[in-house]
């Protein structure tokens, strides 16, 4: 009997960057796993993209700034960020890795 993939695995402990792994490609539409280890957007950066994110904590905690309005997200809390809106991750938890299952809807297919 195969297992089937488990987001909870192999996860890093720490990490300098962000681990970014995509779970399913289709047109208009890709599921991405995040992992974060304390790590946040640089001061000045905003994500400003043309399709809708919509994203979900699964483990540990984060915080958004989406065009000036903090979000604080803990396990469970999700999150819409339509296209167009400029958006930054203020703080992930520094204690554990934060997991994320992000949904990106209408993104432009990459040629």
């Not at 890709?30 to 640089?42: C, K, T, W």
């Not at 919509?54 to 604080?72: P, R, T």
């Not at 930054?88 to 994320?100: F, G, K, L, Y």
Request: with cysteine.
């Amino acid at each position: 009997m195969t297992s089937p993939p488990n987001l909870f695995s192999d996860l890093p402990a720490h990490a300098k960057d962000e681990i970014f792994t995509t779970l399913l490609h289709r047109p208009g539409c890709r599921i991405e796993r995040i992992v974060s280890n304390g790590q946040s957007s640089p001061e000045e950066f905003w994500y400003d993209q043309n399709w809708d994110e919509w994203v979900l904590v699964l483990q540990g905690s984060a915080e958004l700034d989406v065009e000036g309005q903090m979000v604080k997200l803990v396990p469970g809390d999700h999150v819409l960020i339509k296209a167009g809106q400029k958006h930054r991750v203020t703080h992930t938890d520094q204690n554990q890795p934060t997991v994320w299952l992000a949904i990106h809807l209408n993104e432009p297919t990459k040629i």
